[in-house]
């Protein structure tokens, strides 16, 4: 079935670099998602990385997938107090639902 | 972004009692909308798939006679939690797209509510 890992809490300190990582099973996602929640508040779209890609940059933020071992990475640079928050990757299948396989969240930490 | 609001916000009900939850896009119409459910500290769990117009999709384990999906409209689907219990406790977050079934290799994003703290007592 389909799955999607993530570690479950990352520190760093401000202007740090932050990287979280995410393993996913379905070799047939299409896209792949990573969103910011922050306390008592829904969930943020940050970026998305069609499956074909390799790597996606948006500003701060880097993007890498690694479609043979299925591995997904964010990058955060010059990590700010602001970008503490949890952080979801997901995964959209090649099903016509639409529906989104999400990570347990990573808990990003900055220390000032 | 579009935007997508849910109502209420929060609301402590005793159990026994219904609950009902409203979700909103405000600035496009939803064809399909989602519901989810985040345990503290926990991932978003994917309750059902609603769709305009017709009878939801739930996924396994979902009880559907206890949470109740109306998608009566493009722009509102509403969740009733129903006969609440302490273990229905929980944050429900509501997601919508904009855009009818789509094939692979389409790209529609989901914009995501603000949630609702559901507390029962």
């Known amino acids: 079935g389909e799955d999607v890992e993530q570690s479950l809490f990352l520190s760093v300190r401000e202007g740090d670099s932050s990287v979280i990582n995410c393993t996913y099973t379905?070799?047939?996602?299409?896209?792949l998602y990573w969103y910011k929640q922050e306390p008592g508040a829904g969930l943020q779209l940050l970026t998305y990385i069609f499956s074909n890609m390799d790597m996606k940059q948006d500003q701060r933020l880097t993007v890498l997938l690694n479609k043979k071992d299925k591995h997904l990475s964010l990058r955060i640079a010059d990590t700010q107090t602001g970008d503490s928050a949890i952080y979801f990757c997901a995964e959209k299948g090649s099903s016509n639902t639409g529906k989104l396989i999400f990570g347990q969240g990573t808990t990003l930490q900055v220390k000032p | 972004g579009a935007v997508v609001s849910q109502h209420p916000s929060r609301v402590i009900c005793k159990s026994g009692t219904s609950v009902k939850i409203e979700c909103r896009s405000l600035d496009f119409q939803a064809t399909t909308m989602f519901w989810y459910r985040q345990f503290p500290k926990q991932s978003l769990m994917l309750m059902a798939t609603s769709n305009e117009g017709s009878k939801a999709t739930y996924e396994q384990g979902v009880e559907k006679d206890k949470f109740l999906i109306n998608h009566a409209s493009l722009t509102l689907s509403t969740l009733t939690v129903t006969s609440a219990h302490p273990e229905d406790s929980s944050f429900y977050i509501c997601?919508?797209?904009?855009?009818?079934?789509?094939?692979?290799?389409?790209?529609?994003?989901?914009?995501f509510g603000p949630g609702t703290r559901l507390t029962v007592l």
């Open positions: 997601s919508a797209r904009d855009l009818p079934l789509a094939g692979v290799g389409v790209y529609n994003e989901q914009f």
């Open positions: 379905d070799s047939s996602s299409t896209y």
